[in-house]
């Protein structure tokens, strides 16, 4: 079994200032973190890869895709759709990110490799088909999974996230989608609002989201019992043909975006549950995008933890 690594160094280009907590360093203290656990020489490293404007409509509106472009190039610093900074190479970067998703599952799609790890900023999972918000620009996990659907036949996707903050924009992507179901673990009250229990889809996507909301202190009881009781048996009826992991590390104990209280070891073993669903299906198919994580050290042993789970042969 391979796992494939992708780490684009154009990431690092998106700069949203001094003192924001989605830093630069991010980047590097995960990098530097794998790098020491030996892990990047175990995976298969992918090329860098730079989607095209028009791959942006599978999941975004061609009149949010431009506004976005002319916003950065015009020098914002900050999209004029919500709360996310952006700087001079931002547009780079946010296409680096999203390429990267889209290299890491042609390589598994195609059998190159069983599982993959995308290393990524900005994140994604705030950005809804027309707005970016929450530090993110592009929805990386949205379009992975449109794009493993629409590019390389992929039929029904799974979308673990377990990130601290609830995955509002792809969650508002697909909630009128069966072909997609998406699973949130959360911390609410909390940014940015969204994921009550009752968001459960609409049309015919009804029952293909699934919301828990959990309050501040949660740990590894409360976060896995969700895991156990409610994504395993969703997961067993939805049958899904690919996994994409929205993997969050501000849900870690000691972030300061956070209140959650997961720590090295449940990572680790969130990524053997969720690898371990519907094999059968999946084929044991399973890619992973960072998302949140803003304390450096904590990002980095976590990031590692959940990787050296990844590649644990199943």
């Given at each position: ?8 160094p154009?990431c ?5 200032g001094?003192g924001?907590?989605e830093?630069?360093?991010r ?5 530097d ?5 030996g892990?990047?020489?175990k995976m ?7 989607v095209r404007?028009e ?17 950065i ?9 919500g ?5 001079e190479?931002?547009w780079?970067?946010a296409?680096?990110?999203a ?5 890491a ?9 069983q ?13 809804s088909?027309?707005?970016?918000m929450?530090f993110?620009?592009?929805?990386n ?5 449109r ?6 036949g ?29 699973f949130s673990?959360?911390q609410?009250?909390w ?7 009752d968001?459960?889809g609409?049309?015919?996507?009804v029952?293909?989201t ?8 949660s ?13 395993l ?8 043909e690919?996994?994409?992991?929205s993997?969050?590390f ?13 720590t090295?070891?449940d990572?680790?073993?969130l ?19 960072l998302?949140g ?14 990787v050296?789970?990844l590649c644990?042969?199943q």
């Amino acid at each position: 079994m391979t796992t494939a690594f992708i780490a684009d160094p154009l990431c690092k280009e998106h700069d949203p200032g001094r003192g924001h907590p989605e830093r630069v360093s991010r980047f590097d203290a995960v990098y530097d973190a794998l790098t020491k656990a030996g892990l990047v020489a175990k995976m298969t490293p992918l090329p860098p890869r730079e989607v095209r404007v028009e791959d942006l409509h599978l999941a975004h509106t061609s009149a949010y895709v431009r506004l976005a472009e002319e916003e950065i190039h015009h020098g914002r610093d900050t999209l004029s759709t919500g709360d996310t900074a952006v700087s001079e190479h931002t547009w780079t970067a946010a296409l680096r990110a999203a390429g990267s998703g889209f290299a890491a599952v042609a390589a598994v799609a195609t059998g190159k490799a069983q599982r993959a790890f995308c290393l990524v900023r900005p994140p994604g999972h705030h950005a809804s088909a027309a707005r970016g918000m929450g530090f993110c620009v592009l929805n990386n996990i949205a379009l992975a999974a449109r794009y493993a659907q629409r590019r390389h036949g992929i039929g029904r996707v799974l979308i673990v996230d377990w990130d601290v903050h609830h995955g509002n924009g792809t969650q508002d992507i697909f909630y009128e989608d069966d072909s997609v179901f998406f699973f949130s673990t959360h911390q609410s009250p909390w940014y940015p609002g969204t994921g009550r229990a009752d968001e459960a889809g609409a049309g015919k996507g009804v029952g293909t989201t699934l919301n828990c909301p959990l309050p501040a202190g949660s740990a590894r009881a409360e976060i896995f019992a969700a895991f156990e009781q409610k994504l395993l048996p969703a997961a067993e009826k939805f049958r899904p043909e690919l996994i994409l992991i929205s993997a969050g590390f501000d849900s870690r104990i000691e972030d300061p975006l956070g209140q959650f209280r997961l720590t090295d070891e449940d990572f680790a073993d969130l990524t053997k549950l969720v690898s371990g669903i519907s094999r059968e299906t999946t084929q044991g198919r399973v890619l992973s995008m960072l998302e949140g994580g803003y304390n450096l050290r904590g990002l980095g042993s976590a990031a590692a933890s959940h990787v050296t789970a990844l590649c644990l042969p199943q």
